[in-house]
């Protein structure tokens, strides 16, 4: 079944070079003009991706992303002006899985496209154990659930497959590159914005204390670690 992309732009020239694009590729696209609206397409259809333009009337992206998050881990692209640095940190940091600057070639669009769809799709778990627990985190790999003390951390898709490099890899030092590569793809190798905001966006949700963290440590001049639990 083709996925189904939701663009959101207030400028009916960037909804027709999305829509065409996407549709050249085999992708089922629907539109929206305003966050209010694409808000309130997801109560009666199944979304795969969204691509959300930041300035809009009625309700910009960053408001629409954020109500999006209240319900669904539906993987987020945020689609901001060359420059706005801001945009991009602040989208992120509301819970878009990626941003894609304006302008953008149809090859660069496509890519990322692909990139994030890949992202959403839960990696096998299968010959592991079902749960992982460290400290007073647990992980449930057949339903990509993820607990803090028992109570359910909502994470999105980009977010868990972050976490799940850590839980896959206890005790060993992973670099920057690493981690873009494995959960990003290799065209994110040196994007070292997008994971940093991740990284603590991932403490803010599973740490206790986001200054003195246990579950996703950092190396200064290496990389992140999660520590094996002593005893």
Do not use: C
Not at 40 to 62: E, T
């Amino acid at each position: 079944m083709a996925k189904r992309i939701l663009i959101v732009d207030d400028e009916p020239r960037y909804l027709r070079l999305l829509e065409a694009n996407l549709r050249t590729e085999g992708y089922e696209v629907v539109s929206a003009q305003d966050g209010l609206q694409a808000v309130n397409m997801f109560s009666d259809r199944l979304i795969d991706l969204v691509l959300m333009d930041v300035m809009m009337p009625k309700l910009d992206g960053f408001g629409a992303t954020q109500r999006i998050r209240e319900f669904s881990n539906v993987p987020i692209v945020i689609l901001t002006a060359k420059g706005d640095e801001q945009d991009r940190v602040r989208g992120l940091d509301l819970g878009a899985d990626d941003y894609l600057v304006k302008p953008f070639s149809a090859t660069e669009l496509l890519a990322r496209v692909r990139a994030v769809l890949r992202r959403a799709q839960p990696p096998s778990e299968a010959g592991q154990s079902r749960f992982f627990t460290h400290g007073n985190l647990k992980i449930d790999f057949a339903r990509a659930e993820v607990w803090r003390d028992e109570i359910a951390v909502s994470l999105s898709a980009t977010e868990y497959r972050l976490l799940l490099q850590f839980a896959h890899n206890v005790g060993k030092i992973m670099t920057s590159e690493e981690l873009l590569t494995s959960v990003w793809g290799p065209e994110y190798r040196s994007d070292k914005e997008i994971l940093w905001v991740s990284i603590a966006r991932l403490r803010q949700k599973l740490e206790d204390d986001t200054h003195r963290p246990k579950h996703i440590v950092t190396r200064s001049g290496l990389g992140y670690l999660m520590p094996p639990i002593e005893g």
